[in-house]
């Protein structure tokens, strides 16, 4: 089937729509207004984040997708509390985000877990920092870690896992302490395409089973499409809201709607906003940026291509 057939990615079947309606209808958790960020170095001014404007609602799951550089990591930065913005504001429950706090739970691409701690301990840890006793919190990380499958390896050390099973024991800690919202970004990025899909589908089920809202990012549009509820278009320099799309793939999702026609017609628009047609695309790539000078290193005259 070429793109001419494809629906467009606005069309919505009657339960998709009722599923928007019912979200449309939850309170909402996170509230970010004109939020923007500007860096000041010695190089200059970078406008990282300008008139940032969007809302989550609970138990929404929203993927956030951009060029490199569009400002994600910053964003997510600051709904941490990791980092201060320069304008606006972002309200969780209705309070502004003024610093870290146990109401988000984060989960990033390299592994923060804590080498010399068990998996079990690893998990304990934010608990006992927060004053659960011993057993309490040993407790909640065990129940933790059977919502993750990892039950098995509670005294198994980090290195002893794989890419995959770190970045569970990565959300069971984020999970231990009841977030309102988990922050995620980019958290399946260095693991191989096949662990990468079953983390997926895992945190579908995680997420269907408690009362989470999800914010997502990442480079992938496949990924953003399987997961979310609504995908937030950001472009670069400065870091803007393009487009926000509500995805018209059906739920429960499976892998096998990776070929359905809502799923290419959202991957199309996505494609269209990401990487326009070469010929109109800004240099907006950070890697755009840096022109790597090619030195031949051989003098064998046969060329490979
Ligand atoms: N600490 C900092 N000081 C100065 N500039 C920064 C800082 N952190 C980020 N920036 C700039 O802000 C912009 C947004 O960076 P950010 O890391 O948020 O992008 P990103 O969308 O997460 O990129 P990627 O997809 O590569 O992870 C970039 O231009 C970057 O150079
Ligand atoms: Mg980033």
């Known amino acids: ?7 467009s990615h606005l069309d919505q079947s009657p339960e998709v729509r009722a599923r928007f309606e019912r979200i449309r209808n939850r309170e909402v958790i996170l509230e970010v207004r004109g939020l923007g960020k500007r860096y000041r170095t010695p190089q200059g001014d970078t406008e990282a984040l300008k008139g940032i404007d969007f809302s989550v609602r609970r138990r929404e799951f929203v993927c956030v997708i951009g060029p490199s550089g569009c400002g994600k990591s910053t964003l997510i930065r600051i709904l941490a509390g990791l980092d201060q ?8 429950d209705g309070k502004p985000i003024k610093g870290p706090g146990q109401d988000r739970g984060m989960v990033f691409q390299g592994y923060s877990l804590f080498p010399w701690l068990t998996v079990k301990k690893n998990v304990m840890f934010g608990p006992q920092m927060n004053g659960r006793g011993r057993d309490e919190a040993e407790h909640d990380a065990m129940m933790w870690l059977d919502l993750v499958g990892l039950e098995k390896f509670a005294d198994a050390y980090p290195h002893q896992l794989s890419g995959g099973m770190r970045q569970r024991v990565a959300i069971a800690r984020a999970l231990v302490n009841q977030p309102r919202i988990l922050l995620m970004d980019e958290p399946f990025g260095a693991l191989d395409a096949q662990t990468r899909a079953r983390m997926q589908t895992h945190l579908i089920d995680i997420w269907k089973n408690i009362d989470i809202t999800v914010l997502f990012i990442t480079h992938d549009l496949d990924e953003a499409i399987y997961l979310a509820d609504r995908i937030l278009v950001l472009k670069a320099h400065p870091g803007e809201v393009q487009e926000v799309i509500e995805v018209p793939v059906p739920r429960p999702r499976t892998p096998g709607q990776f070929n359905s026609p809502e799923f290419r017609a959202t991957k199309a628009r996505l ?5 326009p047609a070469a010929e109109h695309a800004p240099e907006d790539e950070e890697d755009d940026k840096v022109k790597p000078h090619l030195i031949r290193l051989t003098d064998i005259n046969d060329n490979v291509e």
């Open 271 to 275: 494609e269209e906003l990401i990487h």
């Open 1 to 7: 089937m070429n793109q001419e057939t494809l629906p």
């Open 85 to 92: 913005h320069t304008d606006g504001e972002a309200l969780l």
